[in-house]
């Protein structure tokens, strides 16, 4: 594995349905975020993690949970999924110089689709 | 709270010329600034950080700028090409800390 990887490529998806979405990185950096992409809105942060064991809420976190069990995995998940939920899901990570979010990575994206 | 501000949405250039892509942020107190690209279908490539205490980065035909007084960045391409095309996003670090993006400028390098 080198940098971040992200499982599925893409989903389609049935309304209503549970769905989590994988995110590995391999470079030990602290902080990991969740962003979403939609056309005309841009990137938006869903979750984001300091470190393992702590988490917090971006600007569009409802219908989405995540969690930091340890250091590399950061996967994110969908209750019940919602049509509205359909979008581009993006993976990053970066290191953190005390509270300074230092340089990102991003991971290749899931599409999602919910039906 | 941070926000981030990209102008134009998109831009048609022919090849050769040089530009300019322009960011703004409302938080002075910025700790840095990132420039990505972003190609159809892909995720985010890193081009460049510049850090606070920094005013610019250059990597090859590529030069980011930072003025925490005028709350810009701007990133130079020299002599573009058409393999240039794809959007360009800035993010911003500041206050909050969490990195701000703005909605990318859409590049178009025709020969």
């Known amino acids: 594995i080198a940098g971040i990887t992200q499982a599925p490529t893409s989903q389609i998806l049935a309304a209503g349905r549970r769905m989590t979405l994988r995110c590995t990185q391999d470079?030990?950096?602290?902080?990991m975020y969740w962003y979403r992409q939609d056309l005309g809105l841009g990137l938006r942060l869903i979750h984001y993690s300091n470190t393992a064991g702590t988490t917090g809420k971006g600007e569009v976190p409802d219908g989405y949970s995540v969690s930091r069990a340890n250091t590399d995995d950061f996967p994110l998940t969908l209750a019940s999924a919602v049509p509205s939920q359909t979008s581009v899901y993006f993976c990053?990570?970066?290191?953190?110089?005390?509270?300074?979010?230092?340089?990102?990575?991003f991971g290749p994206g899931t599409r999602l689709t919910v039906l | 709270k941070q926000e981030v501000t990209q102008i134009p949405a998109a831009l048609s250039v022919p090849e050769g010329e040089n530009l300019v892509l322009n960011c703004s942020f409302t938080d002075s107190a910025i700790y840095n600034l990132q420039w990505f690209r972003q190609d159809p279908g892909k995720g985010l490539t890193s081009l460049l950080l510049?850090?606070?205490?920094?005013r610019e980065q250059t990597s090859g035909r590529l030069n980011a700028s930072l003025d925490k007084s005028s709350g810009r960045s701007t990133l130079y391409i020299a002599a573009s090409q058409p393999g240039d095309s794809a959007t360009y996003l800035c993010a911003g670090s500041g206050g909050s800390y969490i990195p701000t993006f703005g909605r990318g400028t859409s590049l178009i390098v025709h020969p």
């Open positions: 990053a990570s970066s290191s953190l110089a005390g509270v300074t979010h230092n340089e990102q990575f």
């Open positions: 470079m030990r950096h602290n902080a």
């Open positions: 510049i850090q606070s205490s920094q």
